[in-house]
């Protein structure tokens, strides 16, 4: 068993250093203490976790919120990502188990359960946790993938070597739909679970090390991830509330994470498919190089927007397409670009025209209300409650 | 016959150091791997020291860590062993009894 103990604490200790300051360092050295008596009392039962660092991190992390007893859950954030242990290349099979767990006949909700549980390894409990649901549930769906593997015969027909490269849009896919349920997801009053966003980033990362995951969209899809973790410190105020882009600190912005991102960004603009994902790490690439709100170059946005909208004229992002409208020709526009469709059930869809009907001098009461009504994230609500 | 291992008082883990701890996992993993080669492993897990203790239904509940410190249990195995005595011998060499820990070892009912 190959553990080095002696480094793994000292990254955890620095870690938490940079995090939390170094004011308070014998809480903090403590806490490390901790988590090393608690791989030593579980590690040989359960093994060694995948990520020894990352467990540490959060173990640690966790004592000292426990230590200065705000209450709060220590979340992992994603610039721990640096600890985490560096990301080996899926082998050809381990590929095609991905493409087996997104295989077109299974839902997409069942296809990011199962994704979890048989590729990234987590058990239906904290799969459950991270995106709230019941464990049942997400057992559920796991049955149902493998149900509907059986009914196909897909099993036995794993996807040829040949096959890999042009299926891989369905494993694109299901990564980006992990790291955008991370990303919306509440956990304990929190706005994101960052661990679901690593997990999606740490899967693409391996699968960009095969041969056959190399590619322009690959790399697009991993500087979206980048520039969302860059973003991410500054998301989230002091007291777990949410900040919109307006109002975000963008010093806070993480440029290792934004770094990353500009290199994925250089190695996707070769080969001639310009996938959804090219413009939406565009998009994010503009919001997370901007100095301020006002100095974003929305000419660019509402362009790779609508790049976007032939792709995918889905209604998330059409309403990311009337806000760009909005700011770089009035309100007015794209309150008119956002009543051009009817989204009934996306909360984003009326807190954008309440947004705009506020900036316009319009009464907003309604729209605010259906859109805390119809989000699922606690962080959002009180965010759209209180403004 | 099933056998209880109950191990308290395993808070000088708590003062090693790294690479000392390093030691004793590797130790203890020796430890739990002959366990399960030997086919003896029925179960296990650590206890975290949060909890509360309770001396009657309506009494005072004591919260967080019990009172006498040295004394919680910090984790639990159960195990199969032909008798006492060898149950006993698995437990010698658990690798907290050179930490400060004690090893309590439990037969479990067997209802026969």
Same mark, same amino acid.
């Given at each position: ?30 806490? =490390? ?31 000292? =919120? ?52 048989? =590729? ?22 796991? =049955? ?27 494993? @694109? ?45 690959? @790399? ?43 290199? @994925? ?21 503009? @919001? ?100 | ?112």
């Amino acid at each position: 068993m190959n553990v080095d103990l002696a480094q793994l604490s000292r990254r955890t200790t620095a870690h938490l250093a940079r995090k939390f300051g170094a004011k308070n360092f014998d809480d903090l050295e403590d806490s =490390v203490q901790d988590a090393i008596a608690a791989a030593l009392r579980t590690w040989p039962i359960h093994g060694v976790p995948d990520k020894p660092a990352a467990w540490l991190l959060k173990v640690a992390g966790n004592r000292l =919120v426990d230590r200065w007893s705000s209450g709060a859950r220590y979340v992992l954030m994603p610039d721990a990502a640096l600890l985490l242990d560096e990301p080996e290349s899926f082998t050809d099979d381990e590929l095609k188990l991905l493409l087996l767990c997104c295989h077109p006949a299974i839902s997409e909700e069942d296809q990011i359960a199962f994704t979890l549980k048989t =590729v990234a390894g987590l058990g239906n409990r904290q799969i459950a946790r991270a995106f709230l649901l019941e464990e049942a549930t997400v057992a559920q769906r796991i =049955v149902r993938a493998k149900a509907r593997l059986r009914a196909e015969g897909a099993i036995v027909t794993l996807p040829h070597t040949s096959e890999l490269a042009e299926r891989m849009d369905a494993a @694109h896919r299901v990564l980006y739909l992990i790291f955008s349920e991370g990303y919306s997801t509440t956990e304990g009053g929190m706005a994101t679970n960052a661990d679901m966003c690593l997990t999606a980033m740490s899967l693409l990362d391996s699968l960009m090390l095969n041969p056959f995951g190399e590619s322009p969209t690959s @790399h697009a899809l991993a500087a979206l991830f980048c520039f969302s973790f860059a973003r991410l410190p500054a998301r989230i105020a002091e007291d777990g509330s949410l900040l919109t882009l307006e109002d975000q600190d963008r010093t806070q912005y993480d440029s290792g994470w934004r770094e990353r991102g500009l290199r @994925h960004m250089s190695k996707c603009a070769t080969g001639r498919v310009a996938s959804v994902y090219h413009a939406l790490a565009a998009i994010s690439a503009e @919001h997370t190089l901007a100095k301020s709100f006002s100095d974003t170059r929305w000419e660019r946005i509402v362009e790779f927007y609508e790049h976007l909208l032939l792709k995918e004229p889905s209604p998330v992002h059409r309403v990311g397409y009337a806000i760009a409208v909005a700011m770089l020709k009035g309100h007015a526009q794209g309150l008119r670009e956002l009543r051009s469709f009817a989204a009934p059930r996306l909360s984003s869809y009326f807190a954008a025209m309440a947004w705009m009907e506020e900036h316009l001098g319009l009464d907003a009461s309604e729209s605010k209300k259906l859109a805390a009504s119809l989000t699922k994230n606690e962080a959002e609500r009180k965010f759209l409650l209180s403004a | 016959m099933k056998f209880m291992l109950l191990i308290r008082g395993e808070d000088k883990f708590r003062q090693l150091s790294p690479t000392e701890a390093e030691a004793v996992l590797e130790k203890y993993f020796a430890w739990a791997r002959r366990l399960r080669d030997e086919g003896r492993y029925l179960d296990g897990d650590a206890l975290t020291d949060k909890g509360v203790l309770l001396k009657s239904a309506e009494g005072m509940v004591t919260d967080g860590p019990l009172p006498e410190n040295k004394d919680i249990v910090g984790g639990y195995f159960t195990f199969t062993a032909e008798s006492m005595e060898e149950a006993v011998e698995v437990c010698r060499d658990c690798p907290s009894l050179s930490y400060g820990g004690s090893a309590e070892v439990r037969q479990i009912s067997l209802y026969e």
